[in-house]
C-alpha cells in the first residue's frame, strides 16, 4: 500500500470512528488519535491549571515562537452544528486567556466535531477578544483525504524540506489559511499607520487605476491588501529559489523586496520598487521587515531547489485566481495549449518566412506563452550552433510580454528567469522584456514647446503634474533604457541629500550630448518635476511607472514577426470606469468592430475581439501573424461579432481556426484559437481543425494532450446572421434584479392556533433564498409586513413551455402608479402609516450596510438602489394586464402568459394572500400588453421549435450547450400581431388551448430541463400545429434555417 492510500485509509477510518463518538471524551480520543497518526504531534494543555479560572482544560498545540502563529486550540463539540455558538464562546475565553498571557504571540482556534472543522483568528480590540472571525472550515467526510490532511496541516506545519507543489502552497499560504488570515490583518493595521501620508494613497491611487482595466471597476483597500501580500508572498519564493538560502536574513530580506538583491546580480528589473513598497515606509518598516521575515520562516519548510516554472504558473493558477475569484476575463491556458499554438504558428510563419520569429505576448498573465517560447528558441538557435551568449541575446530582445497585473509580472519575469536557464551563468546583465501596461492603450501623442521649437511627446499627468517624455527617445528602446537609469541615480542623490543642484547636475552630465536640445529640455523638466513630487511627499516608484508605461511605445516600433496569447474575455458592459469605457467605445468604432447604427451592441462586444485587432494593428509587421486563444462565440452568428469576423482593420487573412469546443477541461466557456496574417484579405470558407476529447487533467504537455483527442477537419463559413429584427425587438425588456434574495424572497409563518393576520402576515426570508445564497447573504429577516406590499414573482426555472410550476412571494417596497411603480425608503414608509414594511426596509438596509461589497457600497448606498438598478422594477406597468414572459438565457426558450388579474392566492393551511401585483424578476425578459390574444400569440411563437432551432446560431455557448437568450428571438423578423391575420389568431388560440392543458398537469419530473420536457409532451401535438404556421409567417426562416 502507497503511502497516499495509507492516508486515505487513516482518514476513512477516523471519519468512521468520529461518527460512531457519543461523547465530549470520544470525540476527543478520536481527535488526538488522528493527530498523532498523521502527524505525530500531541494534543498538551497549552496554559496549564487554567481549568480553574475557565471552568475547562485548554487543549491545543504549540508552535515555534517564531513562526507567525504559535498556538492552535481546540474546541472539541459532539455535534459542532448544534454546538457551536457554544463551541465560540469557549474558543473567545481561551485565545483571551492566551492573549493575556503572552500578548506578542497570535494565536489560532479550532471548533470541531472531529469531522467538521472550523478555524477562527481573535479580532482583538483593547486587548479583548472582541469577535472571532473564520478563516476557513473543511468537512474530512466530504473532502478528498489529500485536501483534508493539507488542511489540518496548514494549522500545524509538521512536515520539514518538502518538495513544494503550487497546491499545497495554496492550503498554507493562500485565502483561508491562517497565515493568510493572519499576515493580512497584520498588513491591514500596518496600513491604517500610514495611510494619511501622501505617498502611500498615491500607491494605492496609481495601483487602483491600472487595476481598474483588470477589474473592470475600481478595486477597493482589500484587494490592494490581499495583493500586498500575494507579491510579497512571490517575492521571498523567487528569492529563495534563486538564492539558494535556507535561512532568513533581516538585510537580504529587505532587499529581495526591492528588487535590490537581484539588481546586484545582473538582473535589472526581476523585482522593482512598485506599488507595494508602502510596506517599508519609514514608520512602519521595522514592523513590516518582522512581518515578512516571520512569513518567510514559515516558507523555509519547502525545499526551493526543486521549484521548476511549473510551480509558478500554477501559483499563479492555484493562489491568484482563487483569491480574486470576482476578478473578471482572465483565463489560465494550460501547457498543451499553448504549445499546440506555438508550433502550429511558428510553422506557419516559417512556411514564409527564414529563422526564429520575434515574438511578443500582449497579455502574457504568468508567462505560458513566454517560457514556452524561450525553450523552442533556445533549442532550435542551440541546435543551429549559435553561441550562448547569441542565444541569450536574441530572447531577451525578441521575447517579449505585457501585462496589466503587477503580480502576473512578478511571476512571468520569475519564470522567464527560470526558463532561460543555464543562460543566466554567462555573468550578463539582464533586463527582462516583461511590463507591467496597459498594451492596448497607448498614451497619446502631444506637442510641447521647447526654446528650439517644438517637440513631440508622451505625457502621464500625476497629481496635477505634468511627466513628459520626448517620444524620440522613447521609440529608442536602448536610450530610454540609459534615461530611466540616470533618472534612478539622480533620484537616488537627491534621496540622501536633497540637493536638488547635484540631482540635475548628474543627469546634464551624463546625457547633454547624446540628446537633442529640445529632448534634453523636455526630460530635464521631467527630472524637475519629479524632484518636486519628492518634496511633496510622493516619491519612490516613478522610475517603475516611467519604465512600464512608455514600454508598449518601443514595442509598437520595433513591431514583431508573431503576436500570441490569451486575451481578456470581458464583455463591456462589466467595464464600469467611464475614461475606459469612452477609450473602448472609441477603439470598437475606429477598427469597424461595430458601426454607428449598431452602438447599442457595444455592451455585449468582447474586449477580445478588440484585443485581438488592436494588437495586430500596434505590434505586428506587415506579414506577420497573431494567433489568439478566442470565446468561441466569435464563430457564432451574434450581431456584435459580425464585423470582426470580416478583419477588415488591420486588414487580416484569416488562415486557421482550431475549434475547441468539445475538449474538457478547459475554460468555463467554449473557445477556440483564431490564426491570421497581417496584410491579407479574409475569404470563407476557412479551414478549421475541431478537437474533441476528455483530457486526464486540464494542465498536461501536448504529446500527452494528442493521445486524448479525436480531430475533424472542417471548412467554416459564418453564420447568416438576421439583420431585419422584429418590431418587438425593442420592446420586450429584462426583469428586476430583486436581491440579495434572502432581503426580499418570502415564506410566510402561520401560528397552529392563533393562525394569520392577513393584513400584515408574519413572514420570513425563504428557506430556500438562504439555501441558495452565497454565504454573506445568508441573513435572515422576520416580521409582520402589510400585504399591500407582497407581490408575486417567478424564477427562470419556474416557468414552463406555456405556464409555470409555482408562484413566489416577495415583499417589495413598492406602491402601483398608473403606468410605473413608485419606490418607497424608509421615511416614505412611515409617513404614509406603512409601519411594518419600514422596519422590515431597516433590517434590509443594515444588513445590506454590514455585507456588501466595496464595489456596491459605492454604486448602491441604499439597498433601494440595487433593488431598482437602472430602474428595471419602477419601470413595470401595473395597469398593463398581460405579460409574455420567457427565460432570459439557457438552451431553449420556454414561454408563457401571466395575466395579472388572475393571480391566485398565496394559500398557507387555510388562509389566503392575494398577492399585491406580479413583478417580473431579472431571469427572466418580458412584453407587457392589454391585448390578450397578442400575448398569447408572441408565447405561441416563441415555444415553437422553429424559433428554437433559428436563434441557435445566433447564442454564444456556455459549457452546457447554448447560454443568453435575451433578444435573440427578437432578431427574427417576427411580425407585429395582428387580429385580422387568421393566423395570428390561430397561434393565439393554441396558445390558450396550451396553457389550460399544462395548468391542469400534475409534474412529476424533477429539474428545470425534465420539467420543461414534461410540459412539451403534455402539448407536444399542439406545437407540431404552431411549428407549421409559425413556418409560414416568417417564411425566411425555412430558407436560412431549414426548419
Not at 519564470?415 to 511590463?435: A, D, E, R, T
Not at 537627491?494 to 548628474?506: C, P, T, V
Not at 450596510?849 to 422594477?873: C, H, S
Request: glycine share 4%; proline share 4%; charged share 25%.
Amino acid at each position: 500500500m502507497g503511502v497516499l492510500d495509507e492516508v486515505a485509509k487513516i482518514v476513512r477510518d477516523h471519519v468512521a470512528r468520529a461518527k460512531l463518538a457519543n461523547t465530549h471524551q470520544a470525540k476527543l480520543v478520536v481527535l488526538s488519535n488522528l493527530l498523532e497518526e498523521l502527524f505525530q504531534v500531541r494534543l498538551e494543555e497549552l496554559i496549564p491549571g487554567i481549568e480553574i479560572k475557565l471552568g475547562s482544560k485548554m487543549l491545543g498545540l504549540k508552535g515555534r515562537t517564531d513562526l507567525l502563529f504559535s498556538n492552535v486550540v481546540f474546541e472539541v463539540k459532539v455535534d459542532l452544528d448544534r454546538e457551536l455558538d457554544d463551541a465560540k464562546w469557549q474558543l473567545k475565553k481561551y485565545l483571551q486567556a492566551l492573549h493575556e498571557r503572552e500578548p506578542w504571540r497570535k494565536s489560532i482556534g479550532i471548533a470541531t466535531d472531529s469531522v467538521k472543522f472550523k478555524a477562527y483568528a481573535p479580532v482583538i480590540k483593547d486587548e479583548q477578544v472582541v469577535e472571532l472571525s473564520e478563516i476557513g472550515s473543511i468537512n474530512i467526510a466530504e473532502s478528498t483525504p489529500s485536501e483534508s490532511v493539507l488542511w489540518l496541516d496548514s494549522f500545524i506545519f509538521s512536515t520539514p524540506k518538502i518538495r513544494p507543489s503550487a497546491q499545497d502552497l495554496r492550503w498554507r499560504f493562500g485565502p483561508g489559511s491562517p497565515t493568510y488570515s493572519i499576515a493580512r490583518d497584520s498588513l491591514q493595521s500596518l496600513w491604517h499607520e500610514v495611510e494619511s501620508e501622501r505617498d502611500a494613497k498615491l500607491k494605492l491611487d496609481l495601483w487602483a487605476k491600472n487595476m481598474e482595466i483588470v477589474y473592470g471597476s475600481r478595486p477597493g483597500l482589500n484587494s490592494f491588501i490581499d495583493h500586498t501580500y500575494l507579491v510579497t508572498l512571490v517575492k521571498l519564493i523567487v528569492y529563495f529559489r534563486l538564492s539558494g538560502d535556507n535561512f532568513v536574513d533581516e538585510k537580504k530580506i529587505v532587499k529581495a523586496l526591492t528588487g535590490e538583491y537581484f539588481s546586484s546580480c545582473g538582473i535589472a528589473n526581476l523585482i522593482e520598487e512598485d506599488f507595494f513598497a508602502w510596506i517599508l515606509s519609514s514608520k512602519i518598516a521595522s514592523k513590516a521587515v518582522r512581518l515578512v521575515c516571520d512569513i518567510a520562516k514559515e516558507l523555509l519548510r519547502y525545499d526551493f531547489s526543486q521549484v521548476d516554472e511549473d510551480f509558478f504558473k500554477e501559483i499563479y493558477q492555484e493562489i491568484v485566481e482563487r483569491g480574486e475569484r470576482h476578478r473578471i476575463g482572465e483565463y489560465y491556458t494550460p501547457e498543451w495549449l499553448v504549445q499546440l499554438i506555438l508550433k502550429e504558428a511558428i510553422d506557419l510563419w516559417k512556411g514564409r518566412n527564414q529563422g526564429f520569429p520575434r515574438i511578443l505576448d500582449p497579455a502574457c498573465g504568468s508567462g505560458t506563452f513566454l517560457c514556452n517560447a524561450i525553450h523552442m528558441a533556445k533549442e532550435e538557435l542551440q541546435n543551429r550552433g549559435e553561441s550562448p551568449d547569441q542565444v541569450l541575446e536574441f530572447i531577451v530582445n525578441n521575447i517579449v510580454g505585457v501585462d496589466v497585473n503587477p503580480l502576473a509580472v512578478i511571476i512571468a519575469r520569475a519564470n522567464y528567469l527560470l526558463s532561460l536557464g543555464g543562460l543566466l551563468k554567462l555573468g550578463k546583465q539582464i533586463i527582462i522584456p516583461v511590463y507591467v501596461a496597459d498594451s492596448i492603450r497607448i498614451p497619446k501623442v502631444l506637442t510641447t514647446i521647447a526654446t528650439k521649437g517644438l517637440v513631440e511627446v508622451y505625457e502621464v499627468e500625476v497629481d496635477g503634474h505634468r511627466i513628459q517624455i520626448p517620444k524620440s527617445v522613447t521609440v529608442q528602446k536602448s536610450v530610454l533604457s540609459q534615461v530611466f537609469e540616470i533618472f534612478k541615480d539622480a533620484i537616488s542623490a537627491y534621496k540622501a541629500r536633497a540637493d536638488r543642484n547635484e540631482a540635475l547636475k548628474i543627469f546634464r552630465r551624463r546625457v547633454s550630448t547624446s540628446l537633442a536640445v529640445g529632448d534634453f529640455e523636455v526630460l530635464n523638466s521631467t527630472l524637475n518635476t519629479i524632484l518636486t513630487l519628492m518634496d511633496e511627499g510622493l516619491d519612490s516608484i516613478w522610475i517603475f511607472m516611467l519604465k512600464n508605461i512608455y514600454a508598449p511605445i518601443a514595442l509598437t516600433e520595433s513591431k514583431f514577426d508573431m503576436v500570441v496569447g490569451n486575451p481578456p474575455w470581458i464583455a463591456m458592459r462589466y467595464v464600469e470606469n467611464k475614461s475606459y469605457q469612452d477609450f473602448l467605445k472609441h477603439q470598437v468604432l475606429t477598427y469597424e468592430l461595430l458601426d454607428s447604427s449598431q452602438v447599442h451592441l457595444f455592451t455585449h462586444m468582447e474586449v477580445a475581439t478588440l484585443f485581438f485587432c488592436r494588437s495586430s494593428d500596434l505590434y505586428l509587421r506587415d506579414g506577420g501573424l497573431i494567433a489568439f486563444v478566442m470565446p468561441r462565440s466569435v464563430l457564432t452568428g451574434a450581431l456584435h461579432h459580425v464585423n470582426f469576423k470580416q478583419l477588415r482593420k488591420p486588414k487580416m487573412e484569416l488562415i486557421k481556426i482550431f475549434d475547441l469546443e468539445d475538449v474538457s477541461p478547459l475554460f468555463n466557456v467554449p473557445s477556440c484559437v483564431l490564426i491570421a496574417v497581417k496584410g491579407g484579405r479574409t475569404q470563407y470558407p476557412v479551414y478549421a481543425r475541431k478537437l474533441a476529447g476528455k483530457l486526464p487533467e486540464k494542465n498536461v504537455k501536448i504529446d500527452e494532450a494528442i493521445k486524448h483527442f479525436a480531430a475533424k477537419d472542417y471548412m467554416y463559413e459564418p453564420p447568416v446572421s438576421l439583420v431585419k429584427h422584429s418590431e418587438y425587438y425593442d420592446r420586450v425588456r429584462e426583469g428586476a434584479t430583486i436581491v440579495p434574495r434572502s432581503l426580499w424572497f418570502i415564506e410566510f409563518k402561520v401560528h397552529p392556533t392563533l393562525g394569520m393576520d392577513t393584513s400584515k402576515p408574519l413572514v420570513k426570508s425563504s428557506n430556500e433564498s438562504l439555501k441558495m445564497a452565497k454565504d454573506p447573504w445568508k441573513v435572515e429577516i422576520e416580521g409582520n409586513v402589510e400585504a399591500d406590499f407582497i407581490y408575486a414573482t417567478l424564477l427562470s426555472k419556474d416557468v414552463v413551455p406555456f405556464g409555470y410550476v409555482k408562484l413566489r412571494p416577495v415583499v417589495l417596497p413598492i406602491r402601483p402608479l398608473s403606468s410605473s411603480y413608485e419606490l418607497l425608503d424608509v421615511n416614505a414608509l412611515r409617513n404614509r402609516g406603512y409601519a411594518w414594511m419600514a422596519d422590515w426596509l431597516e433590517k434590509a438596509q443594515t444588513f445590506w450596510e454590514e455585507r456588501r461589497t466595496e464595489k456596491a457600497r459605492e454604486r448602491f448606498p441604499r439597498v433601494l438602489d440595487r433593488l431598482d438598478y437602472n430602474g428595471l422594477m419602477t419601470a413595470q406597468n401595473p395597469s398593463k394586464r398581460y405579460v409574455v414572459l420567457y427565460n432570459a438565457s439557457g438552451t431553449n426558450v420556454a414561454s408563457c402568459v401571466i395575466d395579472k388579474n388572475s393571480l391566485p392566492a398565496f394559500t398557507i393551511l387555510k388562509t389566503a394572500i392575494k398577492p399585491k401585483g406580479f413583478i417580473v424578476e431579472s431571469e427572466l425578459f418580458f412584453y407587457e400588453t392589454n391585448d390578450e390574444m397578442e400575448a398569447h400569440y408572441l408565447t405561441a411563437i416563441l415555444n415553437s421549435n422553429v424559433v428554437n432551432k433559428a436563434i441557435k446560431p445566433l447564442q454564444p455557448r456556455g459549457l452546457f450547450g447554448e447560454r443568453h437568450i435575451q433578444r435573440r428571438p427578437f432578431m427574427l423578423p417576427i411580425p407585429k400581431f395582428n387580429e385580422n391575420e387568421h393566423l395570428h389568431v390561430k397561434l393565439a388560440e393554441l396558445s390558450k388551448k396550451c396553457h389550460a392543458k399544462v395548468a391542469s398537469m400534475k409534474f412529476t419530473k424533477k429539474g428545470t430541463a425534465g420539467l420543461r420536457k414534461e410540459a412539451r409532451e403534455a402539448v407536444k401535438k399542439e406545437i407540431a400545429e404552431i411549428d407549421e404556421i409559425v413556418k409560414e409567417i416568417i417564411r425566411t426562416l425555412s430558407d436560412n434555417y431549414g426548419a
